[in-house]
């Protein structure tokens, strides 16, 4: 009833390419918006943020950067945690090396360290594709997680091989280290978030995205319309890794202030962000989203119902976790293969319509 | 011969054993992905559950005993009975057959026609469930695995090479019986695929689907099949592995290992999945024996995958795979 384009006149291009051309939607996400910034942050308390909105933040930046290699560019990458590890280092080496510039600064030259790596791994994809070229990233989060293990530099010469984030403020307050306040570092990271969907959603409805979503369908084809296979495929490396870069800092940085790299950014990493943009939906901003709420909700709903409402151990309970996602994943892929964000499409194609179907 | 170089000769040869194991591994990703086109992720998973239900049988445990004791607040252990090691390894087989049923009834018959992606995917949700179910049917505290294979110090090539060269090569009994045994598994399963009917069945359908269906072969029965021997495969798999470290959850990485061994030898050939476990094998204890030091050591981790990656640049179809002919 409410949700209706009838009646809506795009009168201009501008109007025409506009990310949401229905009225509805537009002030959805506006609202959307401002409950994010205006009404969570006097609301968040140290659980909330910790368990649950921190890491969904984080790893909705993560997931938009694979969706942007896996579902725009079709690449799949098994590499993210080794990614995401680079951005940490990364990041820890800028903090400590430049105490005096500014975190957020340093998180963004994490990404761009990052991305400069991504597209150093990504070379190989030129050659070779499909299964080969998954198995081939592999090789890159085998190596960097060995990488920043052994050599000391990376982590300072630290007796603990650790690294911690030193305490950095943004105007006055502190986001990293131990004295940092729930808010902050929400909006810290919502901060970032929304820049990073923002600047996803942009890129990937002008050319570059039309060039990745060439090179995905048919990469041959792709080529002889006049995309440049060598182009479209290392800036997708590119701008892919620079936001897991992003969410790697963060993740070290704000979230967990103190990393272990083979077990912060191991392969099971790698696997839950893989998982986050199937269940969510390959090759949607919004999928991204979805996914990456899903992956953080499902652990803590059924750590709260197995161990907390029924009682049950914490090993037994971890083993049925292990057996539910795994038994979604499948559950998801037989009954939508494309995601969350295709059953949001399609929800909305009904109500569209609703209550008159015909 | 001076030390070094016999110490880089015994280090080649244990490097050759590893080797069979990586390829006893990667032979069941290979005949999966022959068959049906999919990419098994499961497999390493397979071969921990396979090994987990062996022990679980030879000792008698009751399936989910922790689960029924946390739900009904009962105290069962075990059945309080053990079965021989050939007994168990039959009701195995038999689990992994009804598991290679299921796989097909639940899983794939549903994802038919879907991009070989969403199929590895699922494959990798398979390999989650899987990991959890094991766990939760027969715990997961670390067990010995012991089918009455010899262990330890092979004497008698001790003593050979010491009379030789005056230095006794130290290799496993294990180790050359995994080797014997897998020869066998090759040379079984060469026979198979050459000599009956169902092998025959099997190759029309890794040669071409379509034709194989046109010709009255069914694809379900084939997948199902193909699945079990990969099944039987995993468990030979799991208890060379078993036997050598214990199983435990670790287990399930050989998968990961088998992975530069697959892109090396090629995903579609059996040779290619041996000769690379091969390669793979020597390759890494000698990098390992000969820059390992230099950098810290630990470069097993990496090393399989760089070297995949570094000759896939120059070969992209592996050394025995098919080449890849695109059309628009």
Same mark, same amino acid.
């Given at each position: ?60 930046? %993560?997931? =938009?950067?694979?969706? &942007?290699?896996?579902?725009?560019? +079709?690449?799949? #990458? !098994?590499?993210?945690? $080794? @990614? ?25 030259? %994490?990404? =761009?360290?990052?991305? &400069?790596?991504?597209?150093?791994? +990504?070379?190989? #994809? !030129?050659?070779?594709? $499909? @299964? ?227 | ?328």
């Amino acid at each position: 009833m409410i949700y209706r384009e009838a009646g809506q006149y795009r009168t201009s291009y501008l109007d025409d390419g506009q990310t949401f051309p229905i009225r509805l939607d537009r002030w959805a996400h506006w609202l959307l918006i401002a409950v994010a910034v205006l009404v969570v942050p006097f609301i968040i308390n140290d659980y909330w943020a910790n368990a649950i909105l921190l890491p969904f933040l984080i790893y909705a930046i %993560a997931a =938009l950067g694979l969706n &942007i290699l896996t579902g725009y560019c +079709g690449q799949v #990458s !098994l590499g993210t945690g $080794g @990614f995401m590890a680079v951005g940490a280092y990364a990041c820890y080496k800028l903090m400590t090396s430049f105490p005096d510039i500014s975190i957020a600064i340093h998180v963004v030259l %994490a990404g =761009l360290i990052t991305a &400069i790596v991504g597209i150093l791994f +990504g070379l190989p #994809s !030129l050659r070779i594709k $499909g @299964f080969y070229l998954a198995v081939a990233t592999l090789a890159a989060q085998f190596f960097l997680v060995w990488l920043f293990n052994r050599v000391p530099w990376f982590y300072n010469y630290s007796a603990s091989g650790q690294i911690s984030a030193p305490e950095r403020t943004i105007f006055g307050l502190p986001v990293t280290g131990p004295e940092t306040s729930a808010a902050v570092t929400y909006l810290f990271c919502l901060a970032f978030v929304l820049a990073s969907a923002w600047i996803c959603r942009n890129l990937t409805r002008g050319a570059l995205g039309r060039k990745w979503m060439a090179i995905r369908d048919m990469d041959i084809a792709a080529e002889i319309i006049g995309v440049n296979p060598l182009h479209a495929k290392l800036t997708a490396f590119g701008v892919s890794s620079f936001f897991v870069g992003i969410a790697g800092a963060l993740f070290f940085s704000v979230y967990l202030g103190a990393v272990e790299v083979g077990e912060a950014f191991g392969i099971n990493k790698s696997f839950l962000v893989l998982f986050m943009i199937i269940i969510g939906g390959l090759g949607s901003i919004l999928g991204s989203f979805l996914g990456a709420a899903f992956m953080v909700l499902l652990p803590v709903f059924l750590k709260n119902v197995l161990t907390g409402g029924l009682g049950w151990p914490t090993d037994l309970a971890a083993h049925l976790e292990f057996m539910i996602v795994g038994g979604l994943i499948v559950f998801f892929l037989i009954v939508e293969p494309h995601g969350l964000a295709q059953l949001w499409r399609l929800l909305k194609e009904k109500l569209r319509l609703w209550p008159f179907p015909h | 011969m001076p030390d070094q170089v016999l110490f880089a000769i015994e280090v080649m040869l244990n490097g050759l054993m590893a080797g069979v194991l990586y390829a006893l591994v990667a032979l069941g990703f290979v005949l999966i992905f022959k068959a049906s086109g999919i990419f098994n992720y499961a497999q390493g998973v397979m071969a921990l559950f396979a090994a987990l239900t062996l022990v679980g049988i030879m000792e008698g445990q009751v399936p989910f005993e922790h689960l029924i004791n946390v739900v009904f607040g009962t105290e069962i252990h075990g059945f309080g009975w053990t079965v021989p090691a050939l007994l168990a390894i039959i009701l195995t087989m038999v689990v992994m057959v009804i598991f290679a049923w299921l796989v097909n009834k639940l899983v794939l018959r549903h994802l038919v026609n879907q991009e070989p992606i969403i199929l590895f995917m699922a494959t990798i949700g398979l390999a989650y469930f899987l990991e959890g179910l094991g766990d939760m049917m027969w715990g997961s505290d670390i067990k010995a695995l012991d089918v009455g294979l010899p262990q330890g110090l092979n004497t008698w090539i001790d003593e050979t090479t010491f009379n030789l060269f005056g230095y006794g090569f130290y290799i496993d009994n294990l180790d050359i019986s995994a080797a014997i045994i897998a020869a066998l598994l090759v040379a079984g399963l060469v026979v198979f695929s050459q000599y009956t009917k169902q092998g025959r069945a099997l190759r029309a359908v890794a040669d071409d689907h379509q034709a194989a269906l046109s010709v009255g072969i069914s694809l379900n029965y084939i997948w199902v099949l193909t699945w079990s021997i990969a099944g039987f495969v995993a468990l030979v798999a799991g208890i060379m592995w078993g036997a050598k470290s214990g199983v435990q959850f670790s287990l399930s990485l050989i998968a990961l290992k088998a992975l530069p061994v697959l892109m090396l030898g090629g995903f579609t050939s059996i040779p290619g999945a041996i000769v690379g476990g091969l390669i793979i094998g020597v390759g890494e204890k000698l990098f390992e024996f000969l820059v390992g030091p230099l950098v810290g050591g630990a470069t097993e981790n990496w090393f399989a995958y760089v070297l995949a990656l570094i000759f896939l640049v120059f070969r992209p179809q592996g050394l025995f795979g098919e080449r890849l002919i695109e059309r628009v």
